[in-house]
């Protein structure tokens, strides 16, 4: 019995811890999601053709070469897994956000179309600025928002501070 190595007994061990951690710690980032998906590929394929050299003449390898070999196949599928399920949640995520921006785009451009080219987009519209010709007359906004109602604590104040300086 000889204790030679397999051939993908680091390597695809190697490949496989790259690929889960990648997967698992870089799953913020939509772009680099692919990167685990093919390094895991690799590493089951070589995982894969090393196990079928070992079942070819088990006995020029070691038991433990296979073993390791094994382990890696193992986690070369559940990076492979978790990878692939990130990547598919990416393609989905930017497929559903595409067709939105498709959307508004298409509508831009059948606005523009159907006013000869001159399409006054949201802001244009305000109703805070009305200019006229040459006079630049500012329009108050019709729209009064005030969340903490500011004006009615001033008036309570004033009227707080004038009660304390009659009573005094």
Same mark, same amino acid.
């Given at each position: 019995?000889?204790?030679?190595?397999?051939?993908?007994?680091?390597? #695809?061990?190697?490949?496989?811890?790259?690929?889960?951690?990648? &997967?698992?710690?870089?799953?913020?980032?939509?772009?680099?999601?692919?990167?685990?998906?093919? %390094? #895991?590929?690799?590493?089951?394929?070589?995982?894969?053709?090393?196990?079928?050299?070992?079942?070819?003449?088990?006995?020029?390898?070691?038991?433990?070469?296979?073993?390791?070999?094994? =382990?890696?196949?193992?986690?070369?599928?559940?990076?492979?897994?978790?990878?692939?399920?990130? =990547?598919?949640?990416?393609?989905?995520?930017?497929?559903?956000?595409?067709?939105?921006?498709?959307?508004?785009?298409?509508?831009?451009?059948?606005? #523009?179309?159907?006013?000869?080219?001159?399409?006054?987009?949201?802001?244009?519209?305000?109703? %805070?600025?009305?200019?006229?010709?040459?006079?630049?007359?500012?329009?108050?906004? =019709?729209?009064?928002?005030?969340?903490?109602?500011?004006?009615?604590?001033?008036?309570?104040?004033?009227?707080? =501070?004038?009660?304390? &300086? %009659?009573?005094?």
């Amino acid at each position: 019995m000889e204790n030679n190595k397999l051939s993908a007994d680091p390597s #695809s061990l190697i490949l496989g811890i790259i690929a889960i951690t990648i &997967s698992l710690a870089g799953c913020c980032c939509g772009i680099f999601a692919i990167i685990p998906v093919i %390094l #895991s590929i690799i590493g089951l394929v070589i995982a894969n053709k090393s196990l079928h050299e070992y079942k070819a003449n088990p006995e020029a390898y070691s038991l433990n070469s296979k073993s390791n070999v094994a =382990t890696a196949k193992i986690i070369n599928i559940i990076s492979l897994v978790i990878s692939s399920l990130i =990547t598919l949640g990416y393609v989905a995520y930017f497929m559903i956000y595409g067709v939105f921006i498709s959307e508004i785009f298409q509508q831009v451009y059948e606005e #523009s179309k159907n006013n000869n080219g001159d399409y006054d987009y949201e802001w244009q519209n305000d109703s %805070l600025y009305l200019y006229e010709d040459d006079d630049f007359q500012i329009e108050k906004d =019709t729209i009064r928002v005030d969340s903490i109602n500011i004006n009615e604590l001033i008036e309570e104040e004033l009227i707080e =501070t004038e009660i304390d &300086s %009659l009573n005094n």
